[in-house]
């Protein structure tokens, strides 16, 4: 008997696929797995129907606390990839691996998704699956399907899913970012409407919320200590009610599409902006310059679903290492939907009152004369290259284009 182990949500995708997986890859039998990373409970009891629905023996793994573990490495990493906090990208590899777990487990031959052959997730899902020895199956991608096909197909067959609309926009959900997509958002010319948003009020009103970290990990929310998994929650709901965390971006995606997306991400945004400040506080310039690009190309993976990769290992090495006095707290105001620091502190920030303040004098033995000798030498090189240039003449730039016709003739000539 052959076997396939499904990522299962119990939409319209992934539902259509388990007949397909029998009838033409000819499995005998289908396993669906649902990863828990933080979806509304409702996707949950909807995917539970239709399996039972489908006599789909439904394995779920929750994996919040290893997914929330991940965030904080982004928040630790001040990651976020064209404004967008990463969501869905990072709990790809997650769900993936526990997929995996499970298909391995229970002894399949195969693993399947039904991820469209234009997105990011096939490629995520993918690049840990295809790590082990099972067959990698992609339904829709492989069979080309459209969601019409689909809604025709789930309708003929009387798949126990809504066939029709299944909602206007497309939502991708879990503890980090609410992502929305489709529909008329599509055009990046259309406002969204409010109904879009469900994670975030109409920004009105506003608060102060400080957050405690620990060697860069948030570990407090106005002085009360709690785990990842709640703190991200409390968070997404605290500051979500203040409108707090709206991102609208044009998103270049891997295979090169560029797409509208519209996300909702509260704790996101607070627990970066906080960190970010503490940061600033208790990190070196050159630690904090040098960083920029480690934050770069960490997010650069992670969007791409690479954070098990050996140079994330590495990254996560410099990061940590910078994060060791990254202990204190910053306060955040979050007001109009906008939030900003107001106030941060530790024990380690690399600040003395007394030197930068205006009113003392000679601290550590500097005194203000002692920058004379400093302000002397400051742009020495480039006042003396100005003097030079100032006797160079410059190679006149073309204005009609003639300019560039005689360079390919000289080329041409030479060729
Ligand atoms: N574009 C984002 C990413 O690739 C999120 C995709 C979310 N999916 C959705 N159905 N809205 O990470």
Redesign the pocket.
């Known amino acids: 008997m052959t076997s396939v182990a499904l990522a299962f949500s119990g939409g319209l995708d992934t539902t259509v696929c388990v007949p397909i997986l029998k009838e033409e890859y000819g499995y005998d039998e289908v396993i669906g797995v649902n990863v828990d990373v933080g979806q509304p409970t409702e996707e949950f009891d909807e995917a539970e129907e239709t399996a039972e629905a489908l006599g789909l023996d439904l394995h779920v793994v929750d994996a919040k606390d290893e997914f929330a573990e991940l965030c904080f490495d982004a928040v630790k990493t001040n990651a976020t990839y064209q404004g967008?906090p990463?969501g869905?990208?990072l709990a790809r590899p997650v769900i993936a691996e526990a997929i995996l777990a499970v298909a391995e487990e229970q002894g399949c031959d195969a693993i399947a998704h039904g991820c469209t052959g234009k997105?990011?997730?096939q490629l995520r899902f993918e690049a840990v699956w295809r790590g082990s020895d099972l067959e990698v199956i992609a339904p829709v991608r492989e069979l080309g399907l459209t969601r019409q096909w689909e809604i025709d197909y789930a309708a003929e067959k009387d798949l126990p899913v809504e066939a029709g609309d299944g909602g206007v926009w497309?939502?991708?959900e879990n503890i980090w970012s609410r992502?929305?997509?489709?529909g008329k958002l599509e055009n990046p010319n259309y406002e969204p409407p409010e109904e879009i948003y469900e994670w975030t009020a109409e920004p009105e009103g506003e608060t102060t919320i400080e957050v405690t970290f620990e060697a860069g990990v948030p570990v407090a929310v106005d002085g009360e200590e709690m785990d990842p998994v709640p703190l991200i929650q409390h968070l997404n709901e605290h500051a979500g009610s203040y409108g707090v965390g709206r991102t609208d971006v044009m998103?270049d995606?891997m295979l090169g599409l560029k797409?509208r997306?519209n996300y909702e991400h509260p704790a996101a945004t607070v627990l970066l902006t906080a960190h970010q400040a503490l940061e600033d506080l208790v990190l070196t310039k050159n630690e904090r310059s040098f960083k920029k690009g480690i934050e770069q190309e960490w997010a650069e993976k992670a969007?791409q679903g690479l954070v098990f990769a050996p140079v994330v290992d590495a990254l996560n090495a410099f990061v940590d290492e910078t994060q060791a006095a990254v202990t204190g707290s910053a306060t955040v105001k979050v007001s109009g939907g906008n939030c900003r620091v107001v106030a941060r502190d530790s024990e380690y920030a690399v600040y003395s009152e007394e030197m930068a303040s205006f009113n003392t004098e000679d601290v550590a033995g500097i005194a203000q004369e002692d920058a004379t000798g400093v302000a002397k030498y400051h742009g020495l090189q480039e006042r003396l290259a100005n003097e030079v240039h100032a006797g160079v003449s410059k190679p006149e730039l073309a204005t009609d284009g003639s300019g560039m016709d005689e360079t390919s003739e000289t080329d041409d000539t030479r060729e």
Request: no cysteine.
């Open positions: 967008y990463l869905t990208a997105g990011n997730d497309s939502i991708d992502a929305v997509e489709g998103e995606r797409v997306e969007y």
